[in-house]
């Protein structure tokens, strides 16, 4: 059974960083693409951040280019999203996915989610 | 970027009925296309990808056609774990994998 567990989503100031990790099982993590997803309560999807099977190539929503990074370690089945110079606008549940494919795809299974709050 | 509009914004549906919710892009995506089904304090749950091929486990009743720009979920007969918010996604061309702002069946 594929499981996603996301951790790491807390209340930060505007500014400030933050890491969320996504912890994988299930599947053979390193030979999937990994997305992170992110829903304001109440409205709809959007997509964040894409990065390939092997790490080498990343993607990026442009209102977060330059501020997040998305990495993962194959070694420890986990996926990461670091998170700087926060805003308001950043405030969200973010999920993690597995994507179909080594470079991307659509969205074949979801985690639960971490909520990040942004907020003075 | 691609845009993807869904509509209605809102559909609202008596349990046993037909409910045929739309997506469309603003270029084509190919059969690009994924469907995907929220319902209340859940994470999104894929249905269809490839605009037309059932994910695992997912009943018959729930169907997706078209290609191009123009598509199509049609849940048949519907019963009341339908209920919820859909949302399509196109995977063609990225980044952005855009989102579709999404469809909430309602229990009419």
């Known amino acids: 059974e594929v499981q996603l567990v996301e951790s790491g989503g807390v209340v930060v100031q505007p500014g400030g960083s933050l890491r969320l990790s996504c912890a994988a099982s299930?599947?053979?993590?390193?030979?999937?693409?990994m997305h992170w997803v992110r829903q304001v309560p109440g409205k709809g999807l959007e997509w964040v951040s894409l990065?390939?099977?092997?790490?080498?190539?990343?993607y990026y929503v442009d209102s977060v280019k330059g501020r997040f990074t998305i990495s993962r370690d194959n070694s420890k089945n986990s996926l990461y999203l670091q998170m700087n110079s926060l805003r308001a606008e950043d405030t969200a549940l973010y999920y993690c996915?597995?994507?179909?494919?080594?470079?991307?795809?659509?969205?074949?299974?979801w985690g639960q989610g971490t909520l990040v709050t942004v907020s003075s | 970027e691609i845009v993807m509009t869904q509509s209605p914004a809102t559909l609202s549906v008596s349990p046993g009925e037909r409910a045929t919710l739309s997506c469309r892009a603003s270029?084509?995506?190919?059969?690009?296309l994924a469907w995907y089904q929220q319902k209340p304090g859940q994470a999104p749950r894929l249905l269809i990808y490839?605009?037309?091929t059932r994910a695992t486990g997912i009943p018959a009743r729930f169907s997706g056609s078209g290609s191009g720009t123009e598509f199509t979920l049609t849940i048949t007969s519907l019963r009341s774990e339908d209920f919820a918010v859909y949302y399509c996604?196109?995977?063609?061309?990225?980044?952005?994998?855009?989102f579709g702002g999404g469809t909430k069946v309602e229990i009419k």
């Open positions: 996915a597995k994507a179909a494919t080594v470079l991307g795809g659509y969205l074949e299974y």
């Open positions: 299930g599947f053979i993590f390193d030979d999937y693409a």
């Open positions: 990065i390939s099977s092997d790490g080498g190539s990343t």
């Open positions: 270029q084509s995506v190919s059969s690009n």
């Open positions: 490839g605009a037309s």
């Open positions: 996604q196109q995977y063609n061309k990225w980044p952005p994998n855009t």
